[in-house]
């Protein structure tokens, strides 16, 4: 039994250093474009920008749907009912 506690323990480590360590290599390249790093201190915000963002996305594709009909709308080929 201790050895799968030590196993598990060990794996969710090794996973944490590499998630920080992928973390502070993609703040790394922001710093070295000249981007300052951003930390989501905020997870509520963060979600809920989120979800304005993908409202709006929807929003957006709808109207882009609507505009495609209609520019490939073709009088001649309609057919009964439509």
Do not use: W
Not at 68 to 74: C, E, L, Q, S, V
């Amino acid at each position: 039994m201790n050895n799968i506690i030590l196993a598990i323990t060990l794996v969710v480590a090794f996973f944490m250093c590499i998630k920080a360590y992928c973390l502070g290599y993609k703040h790394g390249k922001g710093v070295s474009n000249a981007i300052a790093p951003t930390v989501n201190i905020n997870p509520i915000k963060t979600f809920k920008q989120y979800a304005e963002v993908k409202e709006k996305k929807k929003e957006r594709d709808l109207v882009q749907e609507g505009m495609n009909a209609i520019a490939t709308y073709d009088p001649y080929n309609v057919k009964e009912g439509e």
